[in-house]
């Protein structure tokens, strides 16, 4: 699989669309919430994940709180708008456009919710952002600038399509390609079978974080590494975890973060920019499955390909 032409990775300079990208995260967190309280409990928050789809961000099927059925809800980036669908086949659209703030939207997206799928009361406190002000009430964050959301979601289902390719082979549990809601990130996770003691109490992470796995993701920068980057990352991590070379040559451990990065625009300058992000994220697994002690085999198969479909 080839990675195309340069141009077809756009450039995502984070300090030019830093108010959108705020904008857009919070937006996210309305579909996150309503995931979160709708959706059957699942392993490690797996049903408060969302999903890149074709179009943008959307949840899974949720049931409606009526019984009426199933709903999805959606963040188009391509119209611009948020869509509420029944599975009966009715219909919400709510605009995304420049100086509808997060409040307004929040507001009409719960709205048609309830309207097509009865009652639903969601928390709105953002949850892992620098801001505090519930959703239904910020009207600080209304900058939405189309063509800026645009070239994110270029990038973003870039990014999407390698980290599927990384877990498509791997025969052990591993999650979708997530798109989290909280860290505004894509990720996806093998796991090894074996539990982990999380590294703190709080809910989030004691749920998220009790099992042995490696993750691989991109997101598109924020406030603590203001550029768009992939990022990989095992957990429990034993000492000299950071030591290794992987490839290509332009990735590089953060101590701050601790996690390995390879940063977009080298990406995008490579010859193949999908086979370059697949290339780290494979060797970032590499490493990890050899100094975490995973089962050989279930390591190995990560570098394989699942047999024909007869």
Known sequence: MTGGSVTAWPA?????????????????????????????????????????????????????PDGSGAIVVGLDLCDHEAVVQHSDGRIARVPLAPDRSVGTVTREVVAAVRSLAGPVEIDPTPQETPWQTPLDEDDAHATYDPAQVTAYFAAATRAALVLAELRAPYRGRSTPVNAWWGSFDLAVSLFSGLPADPPAADFITRNAMNA?????????????????????????????????????????????????????????????????????????????CAVCNWDPALAASAEGR???VA
């Open 12 to 64: 995502l300079p984070y300090d030019a669309w830093r108010d959108t990208c705020d904008t857009l995260h919070a937006h996210t967190q309305v579909l996150g919430k309503l995931a979160s309280a709708l959706a059957p409990p699942e392993p490690q928050l797996q049903h408060a994940a969302l999903r890149l789809g074709a179009r943008g961000w959307e949840t899974q099927p949720l049931p409606a």
């Open 212 to 288: 042995q796995e490696v993750a691989v993701g991109w997101w598109p920068g924020d406030a603590r590494y203001p550029k768009a980057a992939f990022y990989a990352y095992a957990f429990p991590a034993p000492a000299g975890f950071e030591l290794a070379t992987l490839s290509p040559a332009e990735a590089r451990w953060d101590a701050t973060l601790g996690e390995y990065l390879l940063d977009w625009e080298d990406v995008r300058a490579a010859d193949d920019p999908h086979e370059t992000a697949l290339a780290f994220a494979l060797s970032a697994v590499q490493h990890a």
């Open 306 to 308: 699942p047999p024909p």
